[in-house]
């Protein structure tokens, strides 16, 4: 599965609101919808200029609605899903290729994320990113 447009990807990240689900590593089962817009909050804090790495601690949990009971294949898969939306960099963040300090701060943003209790805003503020990180993608998918 692709996902095609910022429309079908927001609508998929709101679908994520009252899914509770255990993290693959265990500990307690959080709200996909609340923890990823705390995760990309926390991303958003710590490195306010790297958008692509807070749009993938916000879209991490598409995987796991798309494929709730495959977890071994999901990260993978979320990141095909959106590779050509957001880009390749966005993708290999949520396959966990890039094995630097951008995968760790993600994992950590994520753990973190998990017990942090603070407003993290509300999906609509990450809009302008993902039509902004889609029309870039655009861009170089097509100069390829």
């Known amino acids: 599965m692709q996902l095609r447009s910022?429309?079908?990807?927001?609508?998929?990240?709101?679908?994520?609101?009252?899914?509770?689900?255990?993290?693959?590593?265990?500990?307690?089962?959080?709200?996909?919808?609340?923890?990823?817009?705390?995760?990309?909050?926390?991303?958003?804090?710590?490195?306010?200029?790297?958008?692509?790495?807070?749009?993938?601690?916000?879209?991490?949990?598409?995987g796991r609605l798309l494929w709730p009971g495959d977890p071994a294949d999901r990260a993978e898969r979320a990141g095909e899903a959106v590779r050509g939306l957001l880009g390749e960099r966005v993708a290999a963040l949520l396959r966990g290729h890039p094995a630097d300090d951008d995968l760790l701060t993600l994992r950590q943003a994520d753990e973190e994320a998990r017990t942090a209790a603070f407003e993290a805003g509300v999906l609509e503020d990450w809009r302008t990113v993902l039509v902004l990180l889609a029309a870039r993608a655009a861009r170089l998918g097509a100069m390829d």
């Open 6 to 62: 910022v429309e079908e990807l927001m609508d998929l990240l709101y679908a994520c609101r009252g899914t509770v689900a255990v993290p693959d590593g265990g500990g307690a089962p959080v709200d996909l919808h609340d923890h990823a817009l705390r995760t990309a909050a926390l991303l958003r804090r710590g490195r306010p200029a790297d958008k692509e790495l807070q749009v993938a601690g916000l879209v991490r949990p598409v």
